[in-house]
């Protein structure tokens, strides 16, 4: 083919060349350009699942807060109700504190006693004549006043007394909320007890409740029965009774001076001078 022959060989060759080079980079720009179209919203699709895992752990970790919140209201709401019992029972005991407390220095009024006279016999003998009445909480009489004249310058006063329970008194309960009492007589130094005055009878309704109130049939019951439940522990214990007996305080008394009887509410009794 001579030169000429061998130059149009070679350069089909390098047409053939470049042309193949050409495709090979058109079909590769084209791969890649597919490659990109595929894989890039592939990309954003994992991104996107990511957040929205991201968003689902923050929502389970603010549902977990919250109900650990929840938790701790409930726990201090229950926290709140207890606390509130305790003071409730607090407020109840102190109100049972102050009532017992007051109930333990309640006095009831019952008599008073005024020395008229006084006069010593030619033997020495004293004989003492009093005013004995009868009287209300209020300080009023109860009663027609008795003057008496006893043996002597001591003055007793023999009473009878039911002392309940002190849980009664502390609870101020109805029926056995405080001692009662019944003056029995009054008696001098001088004189037997059975030769005394007497006030009120064993079994009988105490003069002092004629100031109003009322005798209650467990009262009346006591009065009534008052020796037999004196010797009867059972009995006494089954009526909340602690004690059951008479008593008999004395003073030396002076003329022209005024001396009141008083019970406490636990059952003491006394007889002391008035200012």
């Known amino acids: 083919m001579g030169k000429?022959?061998?130059a149009i060989t070679h350069f089909n060759s390098t047409v053939r060349t470049l042309l193949m080079a050409v495709v090979v980079g058109v079909l590769g720009f084209g791969?890649?350009?597919a490659f990109q179209a595929y894989s890039t919203p592939r990309r954003e699709l994992a991104g996107k699942q990511r957040e929205l895992d991201a968003v689902l752990k923050g929502l389970e970790q603010a549902k977990a807060d919250l109900?650990?919140?929840?938790?701790?209201?409930?726990?201090?709401k229950e926290e709140v109700a207890e606390r509130d019992v305790r003071i409730d029972q607090l407020l109840a005991d102190l109100d049972r504190v102050q009532t017992a407390v007051k109930l333990l220095k309640l006095r009831r009024r019952l008599a008073r006693i005024e020395v008229l006279d006084q006069t010593t016999a030619d033997d020495g003998t004293v004989s003492t004549k009093i005013l004995f009445?009868?009287?209300?909480?209020?300080?009023q009489r109860v009663g027609e006043p008795a003057e008496l004249t006893i043996d002597g310058d001591r003055v007793y006063v023999e009473y009878l007394v039911v002392k309940f329970d002190d849980k009664y008194v502390e609870q101020a309960d109805l029926e056995r909320g405080t001692a009662i009492c019944?003056?029995?007589r009054i008696f001098g130094e001088n004189q037997e007890p059975g030769q005394g005055f007497v006030i009120d009878q064993v079994g009988s309704r105490p003069n002092s409740y004629e100031r109003?109130?009322?005798t209650s049939d467990f009262?009346?019951?006591i009065w009534t029965d008052f020796w037999t439940i004196a010797n009867d522990r059972q009995k006494a214990a089954e009526l909340g009774i602690r004690a059951t007996h008479a008593q008999a305080p004395s003073m030396r008394v002076e003329k022209g001076a005024t001396y009141e009887l008083d019970l406490r509410s636990t059952g003491e009794f006394s007889l002391q001078r008035m200012e």
């Open 4 to 6: 000429a022959g061998s």
């Open 67 to 76: 109900a650990a919140r929840e938790q701790a209201i409930a726990e201090l």
């Open 182 to 184: 019944l003056l029995e």
């Open 212 to 214: 109003g109130s009322i």
């Open 219 to 221: 009262e009346q019951q």
């Open 133 to 139: 009445t009868e009287i209300g909480d209020n300080g």
């Open 31 to 33: 791969g890649f350009q």
